[in-house]
């Protein structure tokens, strides 16, 4: 079945030293998909996972490209004489060099191979999960199905041009999108209380470890009883919060993941009707069809910029899932027979810490997500100005 590619880079293109002595040409690179993948990623929720594929091989690229670049500069100076006290130690480094680059260059091959494999299981994944928890959470939280074309069949039946279509399928669209983008606001905020709960009850653990058990239990093993004794019986409870805010966290971001890619399969379909819109009111002379063009430029770049905040809220979803590894690894190191207190209250519950007040913070994404459904909101005055416009013209 012929391949489809989703990403290529030439390697010294994506460099910025500029080598003095060595040559760097060849060097390509590309990710591909099977083609029915290909089909998906070009519809629906598609379009935000092949971005997000890309953006795993531009990080991949990045890394090799810091490889080879100090790889090419140790290859500058050998060239150049500053390295060497003899021809054999100089063909010698020469040939390490190479071999570096070459090392550098097969691991992310290596990795463009799996980055569609391993997002598209990540995305199966996620639909199972979320799909498990609105089962068990009896509909507390439901995302459903967007109309991206609003109820506008009587405004509609009285103008018979495709323009007037085109600008009506726009405004519902937009109102769509503001339906979506105030369901995120929505789920952010939940995320938001239970990461809260989540930093609250790890470090009451932590702080009755250092007050009360850091002498007493050290890196020792001890059974709850002990335990309850030693720091007191707020920490069965909180170990307790901890471990159900920890899912219950983890089941948020995957809503929030796939609310994205609603908002993003509506952000796409916009902008796909704003260009036939535009490319049809470009072949009508009107005086007035100036001011439809320049909401509907205004338009497309509004509903760019939520395509974008799509993409950004699903990996702060991504970064949320690295901070749900770690607090599960402390839940389960806790929860076990031998649990290593230092290890978690001193290294792990720290490192969660610094992780969900940087690029997991659920209030960024609260507040990313507001700022979105704020702009979204201008855009259906926009859609209903072009709309407006359209219709006169077509009436």
């Known amino acids: 079945m012929a391949a489809v590619v989703i990403w290529s880079a030439d390697l010294a293109k994506r460099m910025t030293y500029k080598p003095r002595k060595v040559r760097i040409t060849g ?46 500069k140790l290859l500058d100076s050998i060239a150049s004489g500053e390295h060497g006290s003899g021809n054999k130690d100089v063909a010698q480094m020469l040939a390490d060099c ?32 979320y799909r498990n928890y609105k089962l068990k959470s009896a509909g507390k939280m439901v995302i459903g199905t967007l109309s991206l074309v609003a109820n506008l069949a009587s405004a509609a039946s009285s103008v018979l041009t495709a323009g007037v279509t085109l600008a009506l399928s726009l405004v519902g669209m937009t109102r769509a999108s503001v339906a979506v983008g105030d369901l995120l606001v929505k789920l952010w905020e939940e995320a938001e209380q239970v990461q809260k709960r989540l930093i609250a009850n790890a ?23 002990a335990i309850n004794a030693l720091l007191g019986s707020d920490v069965a409870p909180s170990l307790k919060a901890m471990e159900s805010d920890c899912q219950l966290w983890l089941d948020k971001l995957n809503g929030i993941d796939l609310a994205a890619g609603k908002s993003a399969q509506v952000a796409v379909k916009g902008l796909t009707d704003a260009e036939k819109l535009e490319k049809s009111l470009k072949t009508v002379k009107a005086k007035a069809l100036s001011r439809a063009l320049d909401n509907l430029v205004e338009l497309r770049q509004t509903i760019h910029q939520n395509l974008e905040s799509c993409h950004a809220q699903s990996q702060r979803c ?78």
């Open 27 to 72: 060097f390509q690179f590309s990710m591909t998909v099977d083609k029915p993948v290909s089909d998906f990623l070009e519809k629906d929720e598609g379009p935000r996972q092949q971005q997000a594929m890309v953006d795993d091989a531009n990080k991949a690229m990045a890394k090799a490209v810091k490889e080879v670049e100090a790889s090419v």
């Open 98 to 129: 190479q071999r570096a680059i070459t090392r550098s260059c097969q691991e992310l091959y290596d990795e463009l191979n799996e980055i569609p494999k391993r997002r598209w299981e990540l995305w199966l994944k996620i639909r199972k999960d």
């Open 203 to 225: 470090d009451k653990v932590k702080g009755l470890y250092e007050t009360k058990g850091k002498q007493a239990l050290g890196r020792r093993s001890t059974g709850m009883a």
């Open 318 to 395: 991504n970064n949320g899932r690295e901070l749900h590894k770690i607090y599960a690894a402390i839940v389960k190191d806790l929860r076990s027979a031998q649990p290593t207190w230092s290890t978690v209250c001193d290294k792990l519950i720290p490192a969660a810490a610094g992780l969900a007040y940087a690029g997991a913070n659920a209030a960024h994404g609260l507040q990313q997500a507001s700022s979105a459904l704020q702009a979204t909101k201008q855009t259906v005055v926009m859609a209903a100005r072009v709309a407006d416009i359209v219709q006169k013209l077509g009436g």
